[in-house]
């Protein structure tokens, strides 16, 4: 009954691991051949490859995990989609129904552990709702805000030799769930007027955008009005990241110029961000002029940080596609010369110190000047999934990105360990792609194990390793807040990476020299059926910059390590 | 501000353990807590009461509207309503102790509802302050054993919390 629901919801891949109390499903799989499952090598694998496969298609994946343990091992995961609001299913066995409770093998209350970061979870109490809940389960996944939803299954709800009428709901109906499905038009009325009169305007998009399939509304929108637009982390390629009209990303390590916009502008209008921590900075000194229009899709993530003047609650698409019908049939039109005024200001803070990073004359690579490289060599076109660090900061940074769904990394919970198997899930779906994972010699040794899988299912992505043998991210802050005690924070004992990705049966170049990079970059990717690990050296003193001082506004900001705003 | 939210609730295991879960895991706090099926056996009806500025229970009503089991939520306190608690209380009584707890619990309206020879119980409904105003006018009377149901509450006149 599982796989065939799975089925007749049109899911091609799951990811998984078996054991005993899946057993019976597991069966059931082994005996036909529309749902394929992918065997990795540690749980928290197949969520992010799941999780990965959302953040491309917009549609949930879905990871399968045996009881205890394997749910255990997926709870990661499945925090790390909860955060960023991506869909998906995750399916984990449980012990027989009459054995919960008892301490019986391998049992744990996969509900009440996954609570608190899932969208919602179901408990199979009657073989006989198997489609319905299924059905259910991948309709909240993806509708609405987006979110992963568990479905726990005790053994014997899957008993291969007892049979239950089965028929798989088309449309579902929940008297306590109803997503929204247009914002409000007196509101959106009254946010377009305010957009047709601002002076200093400053589009701050999120990953509201990207998930919510509104990139196209929000470019649209964005040149009929010319205003600037900055993105998010999680919002990157909602806009094109070598438009003139971009300005970068905002927030901690956000663009100089995307931060200053931000705090002189007397309008700001957010779509599908939810004004994170790592955004706003001090809330109390966050935009002292500025007037906020929010559409999210979720009301709790409006004035939840940072009080709106306009809420709109419903999907950015349609409310976006909305507001560009009115500025089109407005008799109003945007205020040419105060923008202009304004373009001129961010333009000047662009020369200033847009994107700036200093080289020395040692032949030891920066870090900005790799993913630089991956940007020309892939023509800005590839997928790239992160980790967590540094590594991910200078992506962000430095790769421009000029599609959605291309940027896939873990925000809200920031999971080392993602970028691997999240890349991987992107692969898996996207043969032809190409996908590269940029990481760091930290991140990459949490979930290594998974160049086997890579190995079994021919996977052939890339694997830019920032090596600069330290947790960079964590000596950065031991750098400015703990006057350089670097408790920790550094890599002793690193494996030789090219030996041991060639036994795994992949290839691995090591690279030292920026004169080097662009010939073995390009080598790599011409190897279309061969998985390459770059093993890559920089310098192990880059800081990330800008990066805005703690407990300040959006302005305050180191911009190199002796200067600041 | 002292807040009583109403929350009408798919009737479902699991539902109860969203809500108190929501509660801890956002740092929000509960006052009190109840919880009953309705007419309709398919929902519940939860009362809570909290403390928070506004944008607090603003949140609160927003983060419970977004539980999956919750059909509907409302905030009490934003309207006319009426409240309601019960308390039984044990008390010692004896000699003339007797006599003045009994004074006491007709000034407030409560019964007794169990007598021995050496202890009265009160039950007492009412607004909440109405049973603390109650328990500190018993003076030196010295209590054992207080057990309160928490609050439920209702809007009045025509507005209804259903389906
Ligand atoms: C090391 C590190 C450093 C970081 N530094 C930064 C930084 O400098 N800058 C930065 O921006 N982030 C940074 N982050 C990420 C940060 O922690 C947050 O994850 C991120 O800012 C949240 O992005 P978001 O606001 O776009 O919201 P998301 O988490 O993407 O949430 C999406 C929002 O959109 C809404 N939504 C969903 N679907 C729709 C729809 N269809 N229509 C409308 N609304 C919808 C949701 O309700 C939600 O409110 C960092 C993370 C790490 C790990
Ligand atoms: C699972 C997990 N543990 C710890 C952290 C805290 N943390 C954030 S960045 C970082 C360092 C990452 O090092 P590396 O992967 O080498 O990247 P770099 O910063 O050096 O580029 C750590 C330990 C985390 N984000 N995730
Ligand atoms: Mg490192």
């Given at each position: 009954?599982?796989?065939?629901?799975?089925?007749?919801?049109?899911?091609?891949?799951?990811?998984?691991?078996?054991?005993?109390?899946?057993?019976?499903?597991?069966?059931?799989?082994?005996?036909?051949?529309?749902?394929?499952?992918?065997?990795?090598?540690?749980?928290?694998?197949?969520?992010?490859?799941?999780?990965?496969?959302?953040?491309?298609?917009?549609?949930?994946?879905?990871?399968?995990?045996?009881?205890?343990?394997?749910?255990?091992?997926?709870?990661?995961?499945?925090?790390?989609?909860?955060?960023?609001?991506?869909?998906?299913?995750?399916?984990?066995?449980?012990?027989?129904?009459?054995?919960?409770?008892?301490?019986?093998?391998?049992e744990?209350?996969?509900?009440?552990?996954?609570r608190?970061v899932?969208?919602?979870?179901?408990?199979?109490?009657?073989?006989e709702?198997?489609?319905?809940?299924?059905?259910?389960?991948f309709?909240?996944?993806?509708?609405g805000?987006p979110?992963?939803?568990?479905?726990?299954?005790?053994?014997?709800?899957?008993t291969?030799?007892e049979?239950?009428?089965?028929?798989?709901?088309?449309?579902?109906?929940?008297?306590?769930?109803t997503?929204?499905t247009?914002?409000?038009?007196?509101?959106?009325?009254?946010?377009?007027d305010?957009l047709?009169?601002?002076?200093?305007?400053?589009?701050?998009?999120?990953?509201?955008?990207?998930?919510?399939?509104?990139s196209?509304?929000?470019?649209?929108?964005?040149?009929?009005?010319?205003?600037?637009?900055?993105?998010?982390?999680?919002?990157?390629?909602?806009?094109?990241?070598?438009?003139?009209?971009?300005?970068?990303?905002?927030g901690?390590?956000?663009?100089?110029?995307?931060?200053?916009?931000?705090?002189?502008?007397?309008?700001?209008?957010?779509?599908?961000?939810?004004?994170?921590d790592?955004?706003?900075?001090?809330?109390?000194?966050?935009?002292?002029?500025?007037?906020?229009?929010?559409?999210?899709?979720?009301p709790?993530?409006?004035s939840?940080?940072?009080?709106?003047d306009?809420?709109?609650?419903?999907?950015?698409?349609?409310?976006?596609?909305?507001?560009?019908?009115?500025?089109?049939?407005?008799?109003?039109?945007?205020?040419?010369?105060?923008?202009?005024?304004?373009w001129?200001?961010?333009?000047e803070?662009?020369?200033?110190?847009?994107g700036?990073?200093?080289?020395?004359?040692?032949?030891?690579?920066k870090?900005?000047?790799?993913?630089?490289?991956?940007?020309?060599?892939?023509?800005?076109?590839?997928?790239?999934?992160s980790?967590?660090?540094?590594?991910?900061?200078?992506?962000?940074?430095?790769?421009?990105f000029?599609?959605?769904?291309?940027?896939?990394?873990?925000?809200?919970?920031?999971?080392?360990?993602?970028?691997?198997?999240?890349?991987?899930?992107?692969?898996?779906n996207?043969?032809?792609?190409?996908?590269?994972?940029?990481?760091?010699?930290?991140?990459?040794q949490?979930?290594?194990?998974?160049?086997?899988?890579?190995?079994?299912?021919?996977?052939?992505?890339?694997?830019?390793?920032?090596?600069?043998?330290?947790?960079?991210?964590?000596r950065?802050?031991q750098?400015?807040?703990?006057?350089?005690?670097?408790s920790?924070?550094y890599?002793?004992?690193?494996?030789?990476?090219v030996?041991?990705?060639?036994?795994?049966?992949?290839?691995?170049?090591?690279?030292?020299?920026?004169?080097?990079?662009?010939?073995?970059?390009?080598?790599?990717?011409?190897?279309?059926?061969?998985?390459?690990?770059m093993?890559?050296a920089?310098?192990?003193?880059?800081?990330?910059?800008?990066?805005?001082?703690?407990?300040?506004?959006?302005?305050?900001?180191?911009?190199?390590?002796?200067?600041?705003? | 501000?002292?807040?009583?939210?109403?929350?009408?609730m798919?009737?479902?295991?699991?539902?109860?353990?969203?809500?108190?879960?929501l509660?801890?895991?956002?740092?929000?706090?509960?006052?009190?807590?109840?919880?009953?099926?309705?007419?309709?056996?398919?929902?519940?009806?939860?009362t809570?009461?909290?403390?928070?500025?506004?944008?607090?229970?603003?949140?609160?009503?927003?983060?419970?509207?977004?539980?999956?089991?919750?059909?509907?939520?409302?905030?009490?306190?934003?309207?006319?309503?009426?409240?309601?608690?019960?308390?039984?209380?044990?008390?010692?009584?004896?000699?003339?102790?007797?006599?003045?707890?009994?004074?006491?619990?007709?000034i407030?309206?409560?019964?007794?509802?169990?007598?021995?020879?050496?202890?009265?119980?009160?039950?007492?409904?009412?607004?909440?302050?109405?049973?603390?105003?109650?328990?500190?006018?018993?003076?030196?009377a010295?209590i054992?054993?207080?057990?309160?149901?928490?609050?439920?509450?209702?809007?009045?006149?025509?507005k209804?919390?259903?389906?």
């Amino acid at each position: 009954m599982v796989v065939r629901a799975l089925k007749d919801e049109g899911v091609q891949y799951i990811y998984g691991y078996p054991g005993g109390s899946l057993l019976h499903v597991y069966d059931a799989l082994f005996q036909q051949e529309d749902v394929q499952h992918i065997l990795v090598r540690h749980e928290q694998a197949a969520t992010h490859m799941a999780d990965a496969y959302a953040r491309a298609t917009g549609k949930a994946g879905v990871a399968l995990v045996t009881s205890g343990p394997g749910a255990t091992n997926a709870v990661t995961g499945i925090a790390t989609a909860f955060m960023d609001s991506i869909p998906m299913v995750v399916i984990t066995g449980q012990v027989m129904s009459h054995l919960i409770g008892e301490d019986a093998f391998q049992e744990t209350d996969m509900l009440g552990i996954s609570r608190p970061v899932v969208k919602h979870n179901f408990s199979v109490q009657r073989p006989e709702d198997i489609p319905a809940i299924v059905r259910k389960a991948f309709h909240i996944a993806e509708s609405g805000r987006p979110g992963p939803v568990v479905i726990d299954l005790p053994k014997d709800m899957t008993t291969p030799t007892e049979r239950y009428p089965y028929e798989y709901p088309k449309q579902v109906k929940m008297r306590s769930y109803t997503p929204i499905t247009r914002g409000h038009t007196g509101q959106i009325k009254k946010a377009t007027d305010l957009l047709l009169n601002a002076k200093r305007p400053v589009i701050y998009s999120g990953g509201g955008v990207i998930m919510g399939d509104a990139s196209e509304q929000l470019t649209e929108l964005a040149r009929l009005l010319n205003f600037p637009v900055t993105n998010t982390l999680m919002g990157l390629g909602g806009y094109p990241g070598t438009d003139r009209q971009f300005i970068g990303m905002l927030g901690m390590h956000g663009s100089y110029e995307a931060n200053m916009a931000m705090h002189h502008a007397d309008l700001i209008l957010a779509v599908g961000a939810r004004f994170d921590d790592r955004v706003t900075n001090a809330t109390d000194k966050f935009c002292p002029t500025a007037k906020i229009v929010h559409i999210d899709i979720d009301p709790a993530s409006i004035s939840k940080t940072v009080q709106a003047d306009i809420p709109i609650v419903g999907p950015a698409k349609v409310v976006l596609d909305e507001m560009a019908q009115l500025v089109k049939n407005s008799k109003k039109q945007p205020d040419a010369d105060a923008l202009k005024a304004w373009w001129q200001q961010i333009d000047e803070w662009r020369q200033r110190h847009g994107g700036r990073y200093r080289t020395d004359d040692s032949e030891l690579m920066k870090p900005q000047q790799v993913i630089e490289m991956l940007s020309l060599v892939t023509n800005g076109d590839a997928f790239v999934t992160s980790d967590v660090g540094q590594h991910q900061m200078f992506a962000a940074q430095y790769y421009k990105f000029n599609k959605p769904n291309r940027w896939i990394n873990s925000g809200g919970l920031g999971t080392m360990g993602f970028g691997l198997p999240a890349a991987m899930g992107v692969k898996m779906n996207f043969p032809d792609a190409d996908v590269a994972c940029v990481t760091g010699e930290g991140s990459i040794q949490m979930n290594i194990q998974e160049l086997s899988t890579c190995k079994q299912y021919d996977l052939p992505v890339k694997i830019l390793c920032l090596n600069n043998q330290s947790l960079g991210m964590v000596r950065q802050w031991q750098d400015m807040n703990y006057e350089s005690r670097h408790s920790q924070s550094y890599m002793q004992s690193l494996p030789d990476f090219v030996k041991l990705v060639e036994s795994y049966g992949h290839v691995g170049m090591k690279v030292d020299k920026y004169s080097d990079l662009e010939g073995a970059m390009r080598e790599a990717f011409a190897l279309k059926d061969r998985l390459v690990f770059m093993d890559i050296a920089v310098d192990p003193f880059e800081h990330v910059y800008p990066m805005q001082v703690p407990r300040g506004s959006m302005r305050d900001m180191w911009l190199t390590k002796t200067e600041r705003t | 501000m002292r807040h009583i939210i109403s929350v009408l609730m798919e009737n479902e295991p699991g539902a109860l353990s969203r809500v108190v879960g929501l509660f801890s895991q956002r740092n929000y706090n509960i006052e009190s807590l109840t919880v009953a099926p309705t007419e309709d056996a398919t929902l519940s009806r939860l009362t809570v009461t909290t403390i928070g500025n506004d944008r607090v229970v603003e949140q609160i009503t927003k983060q419970l509207n977004k539980l999956i089991d919750v059909v509907k939520v409302v905030d009490l306190s934003e309207g006319d309503h009426i409240e309601r608690e019960v308390m039984m209380i044990k008390l010692k009584a004896s000699g003339q102790m007797r006599a003045e707890i009994k004074r006491t619990c007709d000034i407030f309206r409560g019964q007794i509802i169990d007598v021995t020879p050496t202890t009265y119980t009160v039950q007492l409904v009412g607004a909440s302050d109405k049973l603390d105003a109650f328990i500190s006018a018993l003076g030196s009377a010295s209590i054992m054993e207080v057990v309160r149901s928490g609050v439920c509450g209702i809007a009045r006149g025509e507005k209804v919390l259903s389906l």
